[in-house]
């Protein structure tokens, strides 16, 4: 798309250009979405840009849980209906939502925004976990569920909460392992299937 | 999304719901875009909201040849070293786009902004041929090359144009059908096989 040679006009490069930054979108989507818009009204365009703009200047972070929220406390953290004995550790917002899904958890939450990564720079000191401290000093939390990915940052991530955590006096959870359902037994790779069968269960 | 149970932010629901509005992201993409953004820099997040702006705000059709464009005429239609006696038809701007990159075309362009389509309500009437029409009536033009997309839609228009555009004594021709280049003849289905049997050239 930096071709001198192709007459573009400059606010099409441009938005190709900015839409080319998200995770995902390569230059030939980037175009087809700007493309895209120049056929949409214009009210279209304009929604989108105020939507961009808002989520920036209208969201903050809970000083408690550290999710994005449009007040501090967050909703959930405010609730008087959720359960304030458990924490769930997730690693980014998306996760919150994932949980929330299930309708089946109705403790607290806190993001670390992050998982510890050291091929990409990202240690302990980068992620909430201070902010999980001294949240936990309050001493009303009787038990945290460690809720990172089940990948190697994840994993890493959780090892080094629980050595944080369990000197404390909590009960500390890990969410469990094993086929997914609506899986196929014979696609699961061996450690799933090798978790699985250490965590089987009676009928 | 909807789901009233869980607290999402306001913002951050209504750009997911934005971004979903776009061709070929649907609900999870989008919410993956929007925490992107949310853990971007705020100065990112405004580039790209006001890239989206300008789109609308600073471009123009240019007047000939309908091509989205900053100035009218745009800098193909106002290049002195293009070949004002060929004009090739195409149905939308990225399609310019691609032919530029071939560096083999220097006639102008025209683009309808679509394609005949009874089925999503798409007459002639909607697409810019009295345009192409009023820009052929200057005598300029001696070859209009169909460069509307290969299948139904662009066929019918080529079809319909062609009809238009052979009484008026113009040379009217139409993109080669045949084997894509570095595909393999094995995959090749049928219709392309026969055009590329019928459209076969001497060594």
């Known amino acids: 798309m930096k071709d001198g040679f192709i007459p573009l006009a400059a606010p099409v490069a441009r938005l190709i250009e900015e839409l080319s930054k998200l995770p995902g979108i390569g230059p030939k989507t980037a175009a087809r979405l700007t493309y ?65 899904r299930t309708r089946k958890y109705r403790g607290l939450y806190h993001v670390l925004h992050g998982a510890i990564s050291p091929l990409e720079g990202v240690g302990p000191e980068q992620l909430r976990i201070r902010e999980l401290l001294s949240r936990l000093q309050g001493g009303q939390v009787k038990e945290v569920i460690l809720a990172t990915n089940p990948n190697l940052e994840g994993e890493a991530t959780a090892m080094y909460l629980q050595r944080l ?38 009928f």
């Open 165 to 202: 955590l369990v000197p404390l006096g909590l009960r500390v959870t890990r969410l469990a392992r094993g086929l997914p359902v609506g899986g196929d037994l014979e696609y699961a790779d061996e450690v799933t299937l090798t978790r699985a069968l250490e965590g089987r269960q009676e």
């Open 36 to 100: 895209y818009l120049l056929r949409r009204p214009a009210p279209e365009a304009t929604a989108l840009a105020e939507a961009v703009l808002a989520l920036k200047e209208k969201t903050i972070l809970c000083s408690a849980c550290q999710n994005i929220a449009e007040a501090d406390p967050c909703p959930i953290c405010a609730s008087p209906e959720r359960d304030r004995a458990t924490l769930c550790v997730v690693e980014e917002p998306l996760d919150i939502l994932a949980l929330e």
